[in-house]
């Protein structure tokens, strides 16, 4: 495959993605008004998360599609009198936004199944806590558009513990509850795992690799769609003290 062919689709795909990830959020904030007052914590959560996901991604998949419009992934952008790469920036942006959706993903379980963070809740805090705070470092060179292999795996480790442990808990109590929407969301984020891993160990040996982003990407829209369909429309939630999603 081209490289001209693999730039496009990629452009293609990244603006689709903006496109569906966004009415996703609004139609999340249109129907919020309209749900049983029980729901509202547990949804605003929600349009919480996939707001911030849709932000760092705007940044993240949208620079680069700027980027591939100015030339080159190497583009650059003049900030503050500092010549700052377009693809870094992103990359910068949508780290800090995914670690903090899967803050609001532990929130969001929390307030679901009403159960005690207790210490491996409080392991999956003190994880983000600490990749929020090691990405501040200048290791991470987030001007380049390939990051450095060893600052990747250091602070994309506790990204791991978040993303496992909070599938984990989601797993473990939606099948207790037989919550299967629920159980949905937890396998999603296993799945976006899966496709994201390998990327992060081999994307500098194998560039075309990079293209697991894309179904890991799209665990992630649906994530959303399940969302969506079980807490946001109107005619299927009940006023049950747990919100109604679809169970088995």
């Given amino acids: 495959m081209s490289e001209t062919t693999v730039m496009w689709m990629e452009i293609s795909f990244n603006i689709a993605y903006l496109l569906v990830i966004w009415a996703m959020v609004i139609a999340m904030l249109r129907r919020q008004p309209h749900l049983p007052a029980d729901v509202q914590p547990l949804t605003?959560?929600?349009?919480?998360?996939?707001?911030?996901?849709?932000?760092?991604?705007?940044?993240?998949?949208?620079?680069?599609?700027?980027?591939?419009?100015?030339?080159?992934?190497?583009?650059?952008?003049?900030?503050?009198?500092?010549?700052?790469?377009?693809?870094?920036l992103g990359a910068l942006a949508t780290a800090y936004t995914v670690t903090l959706f899967y803050m609001a993903v532990l929130l969001i379980w929390q307030k679901r199944y009403g159960k005690a963070y207790g210490w491996f809740g409080g392991l999956l805090w003190a994880a983000g806590v600490f990749r929020l705070v090691i990405m501040l470092f200048p290791g991470n060179d987030w001007n380049s558009t390939v990051p450095p292999q060893?600052?990747?795996?250091?602070?994309?480790?506790?990204l791991m513990i978040q993303g496992f442990g909070v599938a984990y808990l989601i797993l473990r109590d939606a099948r207790a509850a037989q919550d299967r929407s629920f159980v949905w969301v937890g396998v999603m984020i296993l799945v976006s795992y899966a496709f994201y891993l390998p990327v992060i160990l081999f994307v500098r040996q194998m560039p075309m690799i990079g293209m697991l982003m894309i179904p890991k990407t799209m665990a992630y829209v649906a994530i959303a769609f399940i969302a969506y369909d079980g807490l946001f429309k109107v005619g299927d939630v009940t006023g049950e003290t747990r919100p109604a999603m679809s169970t088995d």
Avoid: M, Q
């Fill in 44 to 88: 605003r959560l929600f349009i919480g998360a996939f707001g911030l996901l849709a932000l760092g991604d705007t940044g993240h998949v949208g620079f680069r599609v700027w980027a591939y419009g100015l030339g080159s992934l190497e583009s650059t952008l003049s900030l503050f009198g500092r010549e700052i790469g377009l693809v870094g």
């Fill in 150 to 158: 060893t600052w990747s795996l250091i602070r994309n480790v506790p």
